[in-house]
Nanobody, 126 residues
Framework: QVHVAEFGGGLVQTGGSLNLSCIASASGFDDYVMGWFRQAPGKEREGVAC????????YYTGGVKGRFTISRDNAENMLYLQMTSLKPEDAAMYYC???????????????????WGQGTEVTVSS
């Protein structure tokens, strides 16, 4: 069982930056791939980025590539998402998720992740 909790959301202007964090309470944090997902009102949840257990492999959805950076600190059981050049369409509830590692990479598919946080809201003003 893994419990994850996100924090760091808030209001930011278009073009601004925001850093999200997620803490996981689990031994063997490095047994898990980690991911960030988001869901805007009236829209389906979408994957934002994922990171392999080691941190050496990352994957981003096309719309955030080059603007967002996912990272992890296995010693601290922490996951991060640095977001820059934010756009109004980035506004959403952002969720941290953990799933069992199945190799050296990660897959940004919801069904690969078993444990989810409650979400932290990101609002981008235009």
């Amino acid at each position: 069982q893994v419990h994850v909790a996100e924090f760091g959301g808030g209001l930011v202007q278009t073009g601004g930056s925001l850093n999200l964090s997620c803490i996981a309470s689990a031994s063997g944090f490095d047994d898990y791939v980690m991911g960030w997902f988001r869901q805007a009102p009236g829209k389906e949840r979408e994957g934002v980025a994922c990171i392999s257990w080691s941190g050496r492999y990352t994957y981003y959805t096309g719309g955030v590539k080059g603007r967002f950076t996912i990272s992890r600190d296995n010693a601290e059981n922490m996951l991060y998402l640095q977001m820059t050049s934010l756009k109004p369409e980035d506004a959403a509830m952002y969720y941290c998720a953990a799933g069992p590692s199945n190799g050296a990479e990660c897959e940004l598919e919801s069904d690969r992740f078993e444990y989810w946080g409650q979400g932290t809201e990101v609002t981008v003003s235009s």
